[in-house]
Nanobody
Framework: QVQLVVSGGGLVQAGGSLRLSCAASGRTFSGSAMGWFRQAPGKEREFVASINWSGGSIYNADVRGRFTISRDNAKNTVYLQMNSLKPEDTAVYYC?????????????????WGQGTQVTVST
């Protein structure tokens, strides 16, 4: 059974940093793309970042330059380093994995989802 376990959320002041981790079990995702999404209260889930099997990545324009997605295939884990956080980054953050190798910003193209973790950025 595939599981994606997310950790690292919390409360941080504006301008601060957090690192989210997503540890996969049940199968290896070293040949697959993985991604991060977020959902703010009253809003639809939106794409944050995606990383392909070889480390190439794409980002939502709102986070580009502040967030960095990375992966450690030996640990079957993907990370999201979030710097210069803003109150508008407040959301529940989700990790996702797809069987495909290439990055994607589309929710429907992800096959596995982790539980969300709350990130709250205060002013």
């Amino acid at each position: 059974q595939v599981q994606l376990v997310v950790s690292g959320g919390g409360l941080v002041q504006a301008g601060g940093s957090l690192r989210l981790s997503c540890a996969a079990s049940g199968r290896t995702f070293s040949g697959s793309a993985m991604g991060w999404f977020r959902q703010a209260p009253g809003k639809e889930r939106e794409f944050v970042a995606s990383i392909n099997w070889s480390g190439g990545s794409i980002y939502n324009a709102d986070v580009r330059g502040r967030f960095t997605i990375s992966r450690d295939n030996a640990k079957n884990t993907v990370y999201l380093q979030m710097n210069s956080l803003k109150p508008e980054d407040t959301a529940v953050y989700y990790c996702a994995a797809r069987t495909g190798r290439n990055t994607s910003s589309r929710i429907a193209e992800y096959d596995y989802w982790g539980q969300g973790t709350q990130v709250t950025v205060s002013t």
